[in-house]
């Protein structure tokens, strides 16, 4: 939407209405919580990778038959 210069300057002096005060909050709150929910998906994915590539590493290297027995003291 395309506003004139002096509704825009009129709009700086005065401020927003209650209405669109409200609709920015709002968008603010959806934006914020879309970045909060890929942030989370984001660091699952990362840690379920890494957590894999360990476990791929371990059984890549026969590391798990090397581990020393307990001696059942």
Do not use: F, I
Not at 7 to 34: F, I, N, T
Not at 36 to 60: C, F, P, Y
Request: glycine share 6%; with cysteine; charged share 25%.
């Amino acid at each position: 939407m395309v506003y004139t210069l002096s509704y825009q300057m009129y709009k700086c002096e005065h401020g927003l209405s209650a209405a669109e005060q409200r609709a920015a909050d709002v968008q603010a709150g959806e934006s914020a919580a879309a970045r909060r929910d890929r942030r989370l998906r984001v660091g699952r994915t990362r840690r379920l990778r890494s957590v894999r590539r360990a476990a791929d590493a371990v059984t890549a290297n026969g590391a798990a038959a090397t581990w020393p027995q307990s001696s059942g003291r």
